[in-house]
């Protein structure tokens, strides 16, 4: 149980285009949903946080008009990376926390990387 | 806001025990997890404490002190699959985690 999907795997892109990521939960309903990016050899920061029929809550520093979320349903959350730009090139991680539990769990990571 | 510290890189043979420390400081304090991440892999849920004392998952175990904002992961029989990252991590009241920067083993034959 608990199974989060993330697609696609990996993405190449050009310089100026927006890419979608989507995150699944595949068993379970989450009502929250988490989106990290991670640099290499770094931690994950935690980008913003995703609450189903509601704005997403973003962190310091994060733009919320370049990395848009929505989160249509209990089980999926989108990340769109507007005009993407190389300095955009990392590893997106989603988590999901299963509605009335404490664990979130996480999905595979997109890597993305952009030309 | 959080911080917390753990030590960088850890080496050890197969079969020995490792201690993984972590310190924080934060503005609101709900549980301390722990996480694995093999390179090139997403992170991997170990562990969670909530309260005081020792939690015990196998091989793992997991610490925590409040009093003393600190908690330890600890390796026990180490295997060669058990060289990756480790990850501790704050949950505070909106179940937001905030990580450390990760402490890398490597388990040597």
């Known amino acids: 149980g608990a199974v989060v999907s993330q697609h696609p795997s990996w993405v190449i892109c050009k310089s100026g285009t927006s890419v979608k990521i989507e995150c699944r939960s595949l068993d379970f309903q989450a009502t929250t949903m988490f989106w990290y990016r991670q640099f290499p050899k770094q931690s994950l920061m935690l980008m913003a946080t995703?609450?189903?029929?509601?704005?997403?809550?973003?962190e310091q520093g994060v733009e919320k008009d370049k990395f848009l979320i929505n989160h249509a349903s209990l089980t999926l959350s989108t990340l769109t990376v507007t005009s993407a730009h190389p300095e955009d090139s990392s590893f997106y991680i989603c988590?999901?926390?299963?509605?009335?539990?404490?664990?979130?769990?996480f999905g595979p990571g997109t890597r993305l990387l952009v030309l | 806001g959080q911080s917390l510290e753990q030590p960088s890189e850890v080496t050890a043979v197969e079969g020995a025990i490792v201690q993984i420390n972590c310190t924080y400081q934060t503005s609101g304090f709900y549980g301390l997890s722990w996480y694995q991440q093999h390179d090139g892999g997403a992170p991997t849920f170990l562990s969670y404490n909530a309260l005081d004392g020792l939690e015990e998952t196998g091989r793992f175990s997991s610490f925590l002190s409040r009093s003393d904002s600190y908690g330890y992961l600890l390796l026990q029989e180490l295997q060669m699959k058990d060289s990756a990252s480790y990850f501790c991590?704050?949950?505070?009241?909106?179940?937001?985690?905030?990580f450390g920067g990760g402490t890398r083993v490597l388990v040597k034959p």
């Open positions: 988590s999901a926390l299963p509605s009335g539990e404490e664990t979130q769990y």
């Open positions: 991590a704050v949950k505070d009241a909106g179940n937001k985690l905030t």
């Open positions: 995703s609450n189903e029929g509601s704005k997403a809550t973003y």
